[in-house]
């Protein structure tokens, strides 16, 4: 892993919140990713986690504070705008298109960086750097053979792989990923688990993530969120030693 | 399930059928023939709409009544417009009206999109029927039809309602086949995917607004070529042609034939006109009887008369 400070910061805030009523889901949180690294964010329900993801795909638009891709302010953009800057989301509940093979989720993903798809003439499955693109990220993803299954008859687990899969072949050098391992088994978990490993050489991937052995394996920072604000920041060491921390989430039990 | 073979010889089959009409029947069946063709081009670029992107318009007869109208208003009185002007003027029209109208009703969904569409299309309805622009309630009479001469030399005579039926039978073809294309292009695999998941795909890098925008605009244009062949078969507009009658028709034949199937639109264009004959035959009321018969279809096809013969008989998904 990467000491921190020596690498390019790719995605910053700066007192980021917003309110949802009285109730401030996220609270002035600032934090940072940088390439080569993988910054995961912990916290009980309700900390407001995924929010913080969707301000910064730009699903929701902050209340307050500023949202910073390497140099570029995109605070308040659209998504779509957000993801063509080369950011990548996963989705906590599964988001993907059920009627839809596997294959042509991670194609439409893929198919996304073509400068404009208001294309007519050639058939889609034509354009080779598109279809190369969406069986890399398949394979990626763990379902290789999988590719000509509709979705919707996918296991559970499997349609996790998809959202992940779908992430990756819009080619993105930020990954904000929203408990990717929800809901799969050991062995998809390990698979994926091992896939972070490998991304994080040429990516900046923001983790939230509930299962703490795979936080602990992958991440080099962390962030510990409670009630919308940041609780703590540091090495998982840091953190792991973190009195305040251990009582508010972690709890006595030691994470091994 | 029907098997290629038997599909390859339904196909050849109807082929035939509708290139020896017209030398075979009398000029009652070809013009309905005619007529049926016309309204299965509005239906097809309706089912581009709700079926594939998944907006439900109740406004769609707007772009066709106002082709229509473009035609009449630039026919001569008794003289033929040039069909080489006049048929790209109407379309220019009825393209440049759905993308006034889709920048302001797409910006809706859902329920709303539905209410802006009724909105827009009775706005246009009135316009024609309550003011003196174009003849009012009684509309204008096309008395000559455009003539499709080139350097003086004349394809074909739209007096000739053989000539017009093969003329609407080519732009059917077409029609169906651009759309064909289309749907298969990365433009047609965005709009699908909007309808499924807009969210997801706002998410992947899509500006949605856009493709739904074009969307529109090329759902709107055709239903223009639709209007425009209309006006030129009865050689009459009316605001009819622009009201909400018109365009909950296409949505009934579009359900009764299946949705998001291209060929659903064809065969519920053609049942609707041969159902009313047949109910017309049999009672004064029968109105009633087409309504117990859509009834009847929604209830046990649910994906439209096409369940009957396509394998799935629901829509066709992409699948890569």
Same mark, same amino acid.
């Given at each position: 892993m990467a000491e921190p400070g020596a690498r390019e910061s790719v995605l910053s805030t700066e007192a980021l919140s917003r309110r949802f009523g009285g109730l401030a889901a996220v609270d002035r949180v600032s934090i940072e990713c940088r390439m080569g690294e993988v910054h995961a964010v912990i916290g009980p329900n309700g900390a407001g986690k995924t929010t913080?993801? %969707?301000?910064?795909?730009?699903?929701?638009?902050?209340?307050?504070?500023r949202v910073? &891709? !390497?140099? *570029?302010?995109? /605070?308040?953009l659209r998504p779509d705008q957000i993801s063509r800057l080369g950011v990548g989301r996963s989705y906590q509940k599964t988001n993907v298109f059920l009627p839809f093979t596997a294959f042509e989720n991670a194609r439409l993903a893929a198919q996304s960086r073509l400068p404009t798809s208001m294309r007519f003439l050639r058939s889609a499955r034509t354009y080779r750097e598109v279809n190369e693109a969406a069986e890399r990220a398949l394979a990626q993803a763990g379902l290789r053979g999988r590719e000509g299954v509709p979705v919707a008859a996918l296991s559970h687990g499997e349609q996790r792989q998809v959202e992940i899969a779908m992430t990756l072949a819009t080619g993105p050098s930020l990954l904000l990923l929203d408990e990717p391992l929800a809901g799969m088994g050991a062995?998809?978990?390990? *698979?994926?688990?091992?896939?972070l490993r490998k991304l994080v050489t040429d990516h900046a991937i923001l983790l939230v993530e509930h299962d703490m052995d795979a936080v602990f394996a992958v991440a080099s920072v962390l962030t510990v969120m409670v009630n919308g604000t940041v609780l703590a920041s540091g090495t998982p060491a840091a953190i792991r030693g973190n009195a305040e921390v251990q009582q508010a989430y972690l709890g006595a039990e030691e994470p091994h | 399930m029907a098997s290629r073979g038997v599909r390859l010889a339904v196909l050849g089959a109807l082929a035939v059928a509708l290139v020896a009409l017209p030398f075979v029947a009398d000029k009652f069946y070809v013009q309905l023939a005619t007529k049926v063709l016309i309204l299965a081009i509005f239906v097809m670029s309706l089912d581009l709409l709700v079926g594939y992107t998944g907006l439900a318009s109740?406004?769609?007869a707007a772009f066709y009544g106002f082709a229509g109208y473009l035609l009449a208003l630039i026919t001569p009185q008794y003289e033929a417009a040039s069909l080489w002007t006049s048929l790209p003027i109407a379309l220019a029209g009825s393209a440049l009206l759905a993308l006034v109208i889709g920048t302001m009703v797409l910006r809706t969904s859902g329920i709303y999109f539905i209410m802006a569409t009724l909105a827009f299309g009775e706005m246009l309805f009135h316009v024609f029927h309550d003011t003196s622009i174009a003849g009012g309630s009684d509309g204008i009479y096309i008395y000559v039809r455009p003539v499709a001469t080139i350097f003086g030399w004349l394809p074909f005579d $739209?007096?000739?309602? /053989?000539?017009?039926? $093969?003329?609407? =039978?080519?732009? /059917?073809?077409?029609?169906?086949?651009? #759309? *064909? %294309?289309?749907?298969?292009?990365?433009f047609g695999r965005v709009i699908v995917g909007i309808r499924v998941n807009e969210q997801r795909m706002r998410? =992947?890098?899509?500006?949605?607004? !856009?493709?739904?925008?074009?969307?529109?605009? #090329?759902?709107?244009t055709l239903a223009g070529l639709a209007g425009y062949l209309a006006a030129v078969q009865f050689g009459v507009v009316n605001p009819d042609m622009l009201g909400f009658h018109l365009s909950a028709s296409g949505l009934m034949m579009l359900i009764l034939g299946g949705m998001g199937t291209l060929v659903g639109p064809v065969i519920g264009a053609a049942a609707m006109m041969v159902l009313e004959l047949v109910f017309?035959?049999?009672?004064?009321?029968? =109105? =009633? #009887?087409?309504?117990? $018969?859509?009834?009847?279809?929604?209830?046990? &096809?649910?994906?439209? &008369?096409?369940g009957i013969v396509s394998r799935r008989g629901a829509r066709e998904d992409p699948h890569g």
């Open positions: 913080l993801i %969707n301000l910064l795909s730009g699903d929701l638009a902050p209340s307050g504070g910073f &891709l !390497r140099d *570029r302010e995109i /605070t308040g062995e998809e978990s390990a *698979r994926i688990v091992e896939l | 109740l406004g769609h $739209f007096e000739k309602f /053989t000539h017009f039926y $093969f003329v609407v =039978l080519v732009a /059917t073809l077409g029609v169906y086949a651009v #759309l *064909r %294309n289309i749907l298969d292009s990365p998410s =992947l890098g899509y500006h949605t607004f !856009r493709y739904k925008l074009a969307c529109f605009v #090329l759902a709107g017309q035959g049999i009672s004064e009321h029968w =109105l =009633l #009887l087409m309504g117990g $018969f859509i009834v009847l279809v929604v209830l046990v &096809l649910p994906h439209g &008369l096409i």
